[in-house]
C-alpha cells in the first residue's frame, strides 16, 4: 500500500459525459501528479500541483482540467469525453520536487 | 516529445542472472532519475533512483548507474528473481516535471 488513494476504482461512462476523479496523496506529500496510461502506451504526464499550485502541464487536453485542494487532495475532471479517453489514469504523490513520488491504484476509465 | 527513451520493449534473463536495463534522456536539465516497477492492473512502485550528481546507487538487488555525459542510466538487477517479472519504467525529473520511458517488460525464466 502506497499510500495513495484514488477513487473511483472502475469507471464506465458514455461518449460526451463529464467526471471527476479524485487522489488522496500520502500524508505530509504536497506534490501530486497525475498520469494517463493507454492500452500499451507508457505513462503520459499530464500535470503536476504543489500545495494547491500548478506547478507543471504535460500533455493534458483542454478538456480535462486538475485542482488541488486546501486539504491538499485533488481532482481531475474530464469532460466532453471521448472513446480515445478510456485508459488507466494514476495519480501520483511526493513531499516535494526531487523525491520519489508513490503511485495510487489507479482508476481504470471506459468510456462507451 | 519523449525527453525519456526505453529504447528496448522487452527483455528475457534466465533466473538468478543479471537483468541490465537502459535508459536514454534528452534534457539535460534533469536532475533527479528513478526506477519504477509496475505490476499489471498496478500503480508502479517505486524502486531506486539517484541525483545527478552520483554515478552510482545500490540497494539490496537493484543496482542504478548514470553516464551525465552520454544521458544514459541503466538499472542492474542481479540475482533477477521470477518475482522480478514486471515492467519496469525509467524516469526523470526537472522543474516540477516527472516524465517517464515507454516501459521495458522484464521477464525471468526458471
Known amino acids: 500500500d502506497s499510500g495513495v488513494t484514488q477513487t473511483p476504482k472502475h469507471l464506465i461512462t458514455a461518449t460526451g459525459q463529464r467526471v471527476t476523479l479524485r487522489c488522496s496523496p500520502r500524508?505530509?506529500?504536497?506534490?501530486v501528479y497525475w498520469y494517463q496510461q493507454s492500452l500499451d502506451q507508457g505513462l503520459q504526464f499530464l500535470i503536476q500541483y504543489y500545495n494547491g499550485e500548478e506547478r507543471a502541464k504535460g500533455n493534458i487536453l483542454e478538456r480535462f482540467s486538475a485542482q488541488q485542494f486546501p486539504d491538499l487532495h485533488s481532482e481531475l475532471n474530464l469532460s466532453s469525453l471521448e472513446l480515445g479517453d478510456s485508459a488507466l489514469y494514476f495519480c501520483a504523490s511526493s513531499v516535494s520536487e526531487n523525491t520519489e513520488a508513490f503511485f495510487g491504484q489507479g482508476t481504470r476509465l471506459t468510456v462507451v | 516529445d519523449q525527453q525519456v527513451k526505453q529504447n528496448s520493449p522487452s527483455l528475457s534473463v534466465q533466473e538468478g542472472r543479471i537483468s541490465i536495463l537502459n535508459c536514454d534522456y534528452t534534457?539535460?536539465?534533469?536532475?533527479?532519475f528513478l526506477w519504477y516497477k509496475k505490476y499489471p492492473a498496478e500503480g508502479p512502485t517505486f524502486l531506486i533512483s539517484i541525483s545527478s550528481i552520483k554515478d552510482k546507487n545500490e540497494d539490496g538487488r537493484f543496482t542504478v548507474f548514470l553516464n551525465k555525459s552520454a544521458k544514459h542510466l541503466s538499472l542492474h538487477i542481479v540475482p533477477s528473481q521470477p518475482g522480478d517479472s514486471a515492467v519496469y519504467f525509467c524516469?526523470?525529473?526537472?522543474?516540477?516535471?516527472?516524465?517517464f520511458g515507454a516501459g521495458t517488460t522484464v521477464t525471468v525464466r526458471a
Open positions: 500524508s505530509g506529500d504536497l506534490s
Open positions: 534534457n539535460s536539465m534533469f536532475d533527479y
Open positions: 524516469a526523470a525529473t526537472h522543474d516540477y516535471k516527472l516524465s
